[in-house]
């Protein structure tokens, strides 16, 4: 294993146990490590610090563990067992009610560059480095050791989530089972159907699941309008809680066929819900004030710092038009899903948004991801679903 040595006084924040280490902070090596080989980390002093995956760009190393100790599947496995009891201790595996979560959050379960999300029997894993992507046989192997026959099948998806400048020739694909999937999974029984192939992400996004259900208690016999619908979750949770109508609105065709697919696979010919294939900033300016339940969960407008300010721009623009035209008394749930965007950046936002529009505005709830996309408390860089609740008088 190549050794890596750090500059001097550049060790400080691994000894606080943050997982990256950026390139700037590497003075030497012994050898010429490969993207996504493992490295041993040293001091200046040559006193080890950590062993992780190494790759080319800003964030040089991610580390793995800040032992000496071998990376193999037993260690994989080990891993994967710690995140699995903690999914069952949180009630996330429980079917009927329940069969649809995140078992490894990256960086939060300790597995940097890694994500694994289970819709019923289906793993899908997604490798967001080459050290992850190099080692996917044997992490499938591992994950289906620890979870037996909880899953049947592990879908690998990560030909648009690698550094494309790794040339690793990514292809998605079943690495355990394909046969007779079916694919639709259970949220706190509500079904959907999941679209791991075509779908963006994985398939789905888990990380809202309590914001739906915090949704649903606030949405009977209000007139709802979801943006940004994409699978229709806010909708069919609004449809369960007995919503007066529920208007679906995404410019993806398919997002809203799959949204118009949800709802009939909940609620069969159920005339309280319509969806429209449309811009939302259009759709937003032209729309009237009937609605008085307004969700605004726009794609990250900023994935990079260097369009911050114009994203943060699109946060107001996009809360302004609801505050204006939103019912009085009305409800609002507005998301930021950007990690560079910060909570104080995206509340500066809608309040700068909720000045504009001259109404009086009450935060109800501040929201966050769920228990099963844990933050690291060394790497708050992991926190990144900023939302609100607000009340617009």
Known sequence: MVKLYLRPKKEESVLRFHPWIFS???SHSDGNPEEGDLVAVYDSQKRFLAIGHCQVGSIAVRILTFKEETIDKDFWKKRFEDAYRLRKQLKLINPPVNDTYRLIHGEGDLMPGLIVDVYAGTAVMQAHSPGMHLARIELAEALKEVMGNDIQNIYYKSESTLPFKADLGAENDYLIGGDHVS?????????FH????????????????????LLEKYAEGRKVLNMFCYTGGFSCYAMRGNAQLVHSVDSSSKAIKLTNDNVSLNFPEDARHEAFAEDAFKYLEQMGSQYDLIILDPPAFAKHRNVLKNALQGYRKLNAIAFEKIKPGGIIFTFSCSQVVTKENFRLA???????SKRKVKILHQLTQPADHPIDIYHPEGEYIKGLVLYVE
């Open 24 to 26: 700037g902070a590497i």
């Open 183 to 191: 694919n639709i999974a259970i949220e706190q029984g509500v079904k």
């Open 194 to 213: 999941i679209d791991w192939v075509k779908g963006q992400k994985t398939g789905f996004f888990i990380d809202q699941r309590d914001n739906r259900a």
């Open 350 to 356: 809608v309040f700068s948004a909720a000045a504009q």
